[in-house]
């Protein structure tokens, strides 16, 4: 039998219990009594960067499948039952995890162990079900190239991250899904969707002992599959840009979107707090730096954000921007590239350091409030780096100094590492 090591986190009123089955499968159970709800996730430790070339896009369209039935559960019914049960459950895919979420109330959440143990290893992959649902992902794939900002941002990908697979999108691409098959699904769902591979969360208002002879009973006869170092796919390091690099594309619109890019660190870095930080105090509400200068001051751009991107293998600091009305985008470009210089060259403010901080750890208390956020921000922090981490983002970034924040827009935001992109209105 497992045994919980238990640890009181303050911050957010629980006590996470955490423990390894015999089989490999992690449990963490997040007691917290405040509310009548439990959230159960099962996180899979695979995403798009683990996928061969052949199997571009297949974490996402899986995540699909895993939806359309096994022999007990039949196509349709664990939306049915979790509907029927007044509880909500959907999933999501990312580069580096696969995550599945049930919320029910809390004398019946039991009922989210027997439809994802079940689905852990029994998925029909029914062929037609297959073409159905490919069809579906298609069409997604299609919907997302229909954004400009998104099809700019992944036709830069690869020059952030080079020859790594972060650079591909995560739903892959036509030509590759096109030739997929159940069986080429069945082989990736058996590398990686088993006991070994998996992190299940339970957050809320139970039992920990409860919930582990629960998870004992539904997971522990599973076998753990193959180990990581064998279902894991080989794949570069990620290799920094050769020098400065750009992307102009056009658009059927009088938009005119500039993004700025740089490859940055791994999550729970140093860097990844310094990046979290600048990100918020240059572009965050109307009082940020950026905000105030090429918005309010300046009226070169209608829009302006920044976001640090940091995942298990490296990260990318972007910079967004859209041009106001008879602003040439090369003048805003201009004007982002004096915005960096000058960060590289003046630490911020204590006001507005203490500003962004501020705004980072009233995100962080916003997220823990509920127990589905709660389990969210516990799982992913788990796959990415340790769950500990998650309770010590407030502490770490309230470390970062402005000098810090030179220092890093110094070392990364250079411009021989930047890669640019525009996406400018089709001419006449």
């Given at each position: 039998m497992s045994?919980?090591?238990?640890?009181?986190?303050?911050?957010?009123?629980?006590?996470?219990?955490?423990?390894?089955?015999?089989?490999?499968?992690?449990?963490?159970?997040?007691?917290?009594?405040?509310?009548?709800?439990?959230?159960?996730?099962?996180?899979?430790?695979?995403?798009?960067?683990?996928?061969?070339?052949?199997?571009?896009?297949?974490?996402?369209?899986?995540?699909?499948?895993?939806?359309?039935?096994?022999?007990?559960?039949g196509k349709g019914m664990v939306d049915r039952e979790i509907t029927r049960l007044g509880g909500s459950n959907n999933a999501y895919t990312s580069y580096d995890f696969t995550a599945y979420w049930f919320e029910l109330a809390s004398d019946r959440w039991e009922r989210a162990l027997d439809l994802e143990a079940d689905r852990m290893r029994n998925l029909l992959l029914d062929p037609d079900e297959f073409e159905s649902e490919k069809a579906v992902v298609l069409e997604e794939l299609s919907m997302g190239l229909d954004d400009p900002w998104r099809r700019l941002s992944q036709a830069m990908s690869p020059r952030i991250f080079g020859r790594h697979p972060y650079g591909a999108a995560i739903i892959g691409y036509r030509d590759v899904l096109g030739r997929m098959t159940p069986d080429h699904m069945r082989a990736f769902y058996k590398r990686f969707y088993h006991p070994g591979n998996a992190t299940v969360v339970i957050s809320g208002d139970v039992n920990p002992e409860r919930a582990l002879d629960m998870v004992e009973a539904k997971y522990g006869s599973i076998e753990a599959g193959d180990?990581?170092?064998?279902?894991?796919?080989?794949?570069?390091?990620?290799?920094?840009?050769?020098?400065?690099?750009?992307?102009?594309m056009t658009w059927d619109d009088p938009g005119k979107r500039i993004i700025m890019a740089w490859p940055t660190a791994k999550v729970g870095s140093d860097a990844d707090f310094q990046s979290d930080v600048l990100s918020t105090l240059i572009a965050t509400g109307r009082l940020s730096r950026m905000y105030r200068s090429l918005v309010l001051d300046k009226g070169l751009a209608t829009y302006v954000a920044a976001h640090n991107d940091a995942r298990q293998e490296g990260g990318s600091f972007m910079l967004y921007a859209e041009a106001n009305h008879g602003v040439e985008a090369a003048r805003l470009e201009e004007a982002l590239r004096e915005e960096i210089t000058a960060i590289q060259q003046e630490p911020a403010g204590a006001e507005d350091l203490n500003r962004a901080q501020t705004i980072l750890a009233a995100g962080e208390r916003s997220t823990t409030e509920t127990v589905s956020g709660l389990a969210e921000h516990l799982g992913e922090y788990a796959i990415d780096a340790d769950w500990p981490l998650c309770f010590q983002l407030t502490e770490r970034r309230g470390k970062v100094t402005s000098e810090d924040m030179v220092e890093f827009a110094r070392e990364y935001l250079s411009e021989d590492r930047c890669v640019t992109g525009t996406s400018l209105p089709e001419k006449d």
């Amino acid at each position: 039998m497992s045994v919980f090591e238990s640890t009181p986190i303050d911050e957010v009123g629980a006590i996470v219990h955490d423990t390894r089955l015999a089989n490999g499968l992690r449990l963490l159970v997040v007691e917290r009594h405040t509310d009548p709800v439990v959230a159960s996730m099962c996180w899979y430790k695979v995403g798009s960067k683990s996928e061969r070339t052949e199997e571009a896009g297949m974490s996402h369209f899986l995540e699909h499948m895993m939806f359309k039935g096994t022999p007990a559960f039949g196509k349709g019914m664990v939306d049915r039952e979790i509907t029927r049960l007044g509880g909500s459950n959907n999933a999501y895919t990312s580069y580096d995890f696969t995550a599945y979420w049930f919320e029910l109330a809390s004398d019946r959440w039991e009922r989210a162990l027997d439809l994802e143990a079940d689905r852990m290893r029994n998925l029909l992959l029914d062929p037609d079900e297959f073409e159905s649902e490919k069809a579906v992902v298609l069409e997604e794939l299609s919907m997302g190239l229909d954004d400009p900002w998104r099809r700019l941002s992944q036709a830069m990908s690869p020059r952030i991250f080079g020859r790594h697979p972060y650079g591909a999108a995560i739903i892959g691409y036509r030509d590759v899904l096109g030739r997929m098959t159940p069986d080429h699904m069945r082989a990736f769902y058996k590398r990686f969707y088993h006991p070994g591979n998996a992190t299940v969360v339970i957050s809320g208002d139970v039992n920990p002992e409860r919930a582990l002879d629960m998870v004992e009973a539904k997971y522990g006869s599973i076998e753990a599959g193959d180990p990581w170092s064998e279902a894991d796919t080989w794949r570069p390091k990620i290799s920094m840009p050769l020098g400065s690099q750009r992307i102009d594309m056009t658009w059927d619109d009088p938009g005119k979107r500039i993004i700025m890019a740089w490859p940055t660190a791994k999550v729970g870095s140093d860097a990844d707090f310094q990046s979290d930080v600048l990100s918020t105090l240059i572009a965050t509400g109307r009082l940020s730096r950026m905000y105030r200068s090429l918005v309010l001051d300046k009226g070169l751009a209608t829009y302006v954000a920044a976001h640090n991107d940091a995942r298990q293998e490296g990260g990318s600091f972007m910079l967004y921007a859209e041009a106001n009305h008879g602003v040439e985008a090369a003048r805003l470009e201009e004007a982002l590239r004096e915005e960096i210089t000058a960060i590289q060259q003046e630490p911020a403010g204590a006001e507005d350091l203490n500003r962004a901080q501020t705004i980072l750890a009233a995100g962080e208390r916003s997220t823990t409030e509920t127990v589905s956020g709660l389990a969210e921000h516990l799982g992913e922090y788990a796959i990415d780096a340790d769950w500990p981490l998650c309770f010590q983002l407030t502490e770490r970034r309230g470390k970062v100094t402005s000098e810090d924040m030179v220092e890093f827009a110094r070392e990364y935001l250079s411009e021989d590492r930047c890669v640019t992109g525009t996406s400018l209105p089709e001419k006449d």
